[in-house]
């Protein structure tokens, strides 16, 4: 029997921060997406896309899942955080960092404050990531859990995608790297994206899936699954990309990791069936959607990595996987998950107090169903039409795409004021 | 307004020099809610002036209200009528139980069984049935996973909680006021 419980959760305002970060970063982002639209072709590497990623990335997705990690962490593994003090810390360093980075890598300004912008964000990162790991390390029991390992690994990849990218920052200002930098910026990009996003979506995204969905007794083995072949194929992609070329062994490292997707979405679908909740809300329709914008992600790859194509297809198939991994499977699930996460966090904070002394409303009803379907359709239909003009080479079909999608992220910043404005 | 003479010495330590009666009472008994009242009431204090509820039953729910807005609790029990006190105070409010010496019955465990339930349904649902059975209640909670998120409510209102895995994979939360594991030296 465990001894007497004792406190959990983190300040409201350490979380709401990090949320808020994020939520602002993705209407600017969705801003810039529609500023970049009509001309939003070519090779990657260059400084309006490279812009656009990081903005998507550091403005949007991480400060969201760094938030959701620290309300999270606590609750997964049932202790509490280590210090808000560093979190706060943290969360400063990357946001001077941050912003200075992303401005620089826009502009391609390949000057010296690009690595000392670079270095501030690193560090926030690097602090962020080693206080929530130690945090975790705290519950030996639910540190070696099936989601206890997949945020773990995933913090570690965090790391190595950081690191790569600091020493990139500083190879553009003063190349250094004896490494082909487009390789080391793919592996940079695999690690950030798969290793520590898809890493902590699957991992967390089974326990919140079954908490919401109330579905209990799917079978864990796709999630090791998941686990083992994603993170040994991510490894095999990173060895091939930094050390290589080893066609083989780039080969063996995707196809672990389709298959590490596929025990994953299979997991899912586990969870699905025997969920009780038998109502699928906007919320899970975007989580849904973000697993096959990552499936679909999978495809584009594969079709990059074995189809004879012209340079011009080429270019667009690589924007149409950015587009698919990014505000597709990331951006989905962020904000299907923040439709969760922050009413919870309200009611939480400010409503709670309240129980037996008046009515309450539960956290669903701080903000109307209408209201999610209408943006999770702006947002899925604005990324369709993004992703239809990139691969059709069509200028105002992209632009129409980027309109919609900048109204769906408005909109999705309306809500999530809507409910934090909510009061007893 | 009452004298500083009748105050507890506990607020005039703590700098409360003039009270606010309110019997709430009355309202309870015609079926009705004070609760909007006693609020409008605590806005209109100023830091030096306490909130002098007076009412048939501890209300248990209202200190960690009056918590949030900086105002910690003195209760006391006259023949049984609770006298509750509600204070600026610098430092985080004790539970006000612990100035108290009269304890309600530790009533019979109820079992609670919150499985099927979309988070926070869990939460309102134990708060609402410790609210129900009143002073002394205890459940048994029947839970799909440890819910750390309710340790900080159920402590704001004086209660405490053991939580033990099943063997069927879900936990078994047992609630009690504070003083009860106190007493089981738990």
Redesign the interface.
Known sequence: ?????????PSFALVRAHLGFGIVGSVLFAAALGGAAWNLEGHYFQGKILGLVHLCALGWILPIAFGAMLQLV??LF?VPLRSERTAWAALGLYAIGGIGFVGHIALLATVASLPLSAFLLFLGVLLHATHLALSALANPVRARSLTGLFVLSALAWLVFAASLGFMLAIHLWHPYLSVNHLMALRAHAHAAGLGFFGLLIMGVGFELLE??L?S?GAPAWPGWGALALVNVGLVALCWNFLAGPFPDLALVGAAAIALGVVCFAIRVQMILARR??RHLDASAWLSSGSVLCLLGALVVAGTLSFAGLGDDMQNRLVLAYGLLALPGFMGTMVVGQLYKIVP?LI??HRF???????K?P???ELLDERSREIQAALMIGGLLLLLAGVLAGQSLLRLAGAATFFAAMVYSARNFLVVHGRRP | METAAAIPQELRAAGVTGEKLLDVRPILDAGG?P?SLIMKTVKQLDEKQALHLLVGFEP???Y??MS?FGRAALTEQRDGLYHVWFYTKAEQPQRAADASDERAELQAPVELDVR??????P??AI??K???LGPGAQLLVRH???P??L??????RGY?????PQPE?DFLVRIAPAWA?EAEG?
């Open positions: 029997m465990k001894g007497l419980a004792t406190r959990y959760a606590p609750v049932e908490m919401f109330l209990h009780m909740r919870f009611w939480l709670s107090a309240y129980v037996g002394l008046k309450v539960t956290a669903s | 809610d609760f248990v729910p209202l960690e209200v949030s099927g339930m979309e988070p926070p349904g939460m309102i708060l609402q410790l609210v129900d799909h996973r440890e750390v998120l340790y900080d409510k159920l402590k704001l405490a909680a053991t939580c033990t994979g594991f738990g």
